[in-house]
């Protein structure tokens, strides 16, 4: 399988644990992304890498929140001291180099339920 | 910031009839892309539109970019229960996307 993959698929956390997400872009995608998704809304940027350079974060982003990619591959997510507001859809996607560069390829999302 | 926006925000309609979405940005867009997302799927990318006034087709779907370059549309012809789900569109704007508020679309056999 080429596609976006993203683990784990379901999160169910109590308010106030740490969460971490992995996202594994598709093979020599130099760029990833991260969204949120909320019911009824389009994905919200969140942020993005170039290889392993982190190139912008969203005002979305608060410091609870933090992304690396570290050997500029794959992606982890990680949301500390969790509140209910953080309950949605967390989608990676992926861009080729070049001529198609701004097209994303999303993976399935985990869905994060704090209680 | 910029702001995309898209209506209707929801339509139904009985197979076979057409459907229209509209799209609309609060600035000037370099491209412009759709993406469709089936219920409880992911966004899955249908096109991207470059040129001021661009359409394209594929196959019942038409996409249309405006002279602007602010608004886009996205037409289907003929609709099927294939069809359902939320369109969003999408503007680029500086390697990142800025996704409208999508439409949902239910197709009624």
């Known amino acids: 399988d080429t596609g976006v993959s993203q683990d784990p698929r379901h999160k169910i956390t109590k308010r106030g644990q740490n969460v971490t997400f992995r996202c594994d872009p598709i093979s020599e995608h130099n760029r990833l992304y991260w969204y949120r998704q909320t019911l009824g809304q389009g994905p919200e940027f969140l942020t993005y890498f170039q290889n392993e350079a982190q190139l912008e974060k969203s005002r979305l982003l608060s410091d609870r929140f933090s992304a690396e990619r570290p050997k500029g591959s794959f992606s982890t997510l990680e949301i500390q001291r969790t509140e209910q507001g953080d309950s949605a859809m967390y989608l990676c996607a992926s861009t080729p180099w070049g001529r198609d560069q701004d097209t994303q390829y999303f993976g399935p999302g985990t869905r994060l339920t704090v209680l | 910031g910029q702001q995309v926006m898209q209506i209707p925000q929801y339509q139904h309609v009985q197979e076979g009839e057409d459907f229209t979405t509209y799209c609309n940005s609060s600035?000037?867009?370099?491209?412009i892309q759709w993406y469709k997302q089936r219920p409880g799927g992911h966004p899955v990318f249908l096109i991207q539109l470059v040129k001021s006034g661009e359409v394209k087709k594929q196959k019942r779907l038409t996409f249309q970019f405006g002279e602007a370059k602010k608004n886009s549309s996205l037409h289907i012809t003929a609709t099927q229960t294939t069809d359902v789900g939320t369109y969003f569109c999408a503007g680029s704007s500086f390697q990142k996307l800025v996704f409208g508020t999508g439409t949902r679309l239910l197709v009624s056999p």
């Open positions: 600035t000037t867009l370099s491209n």
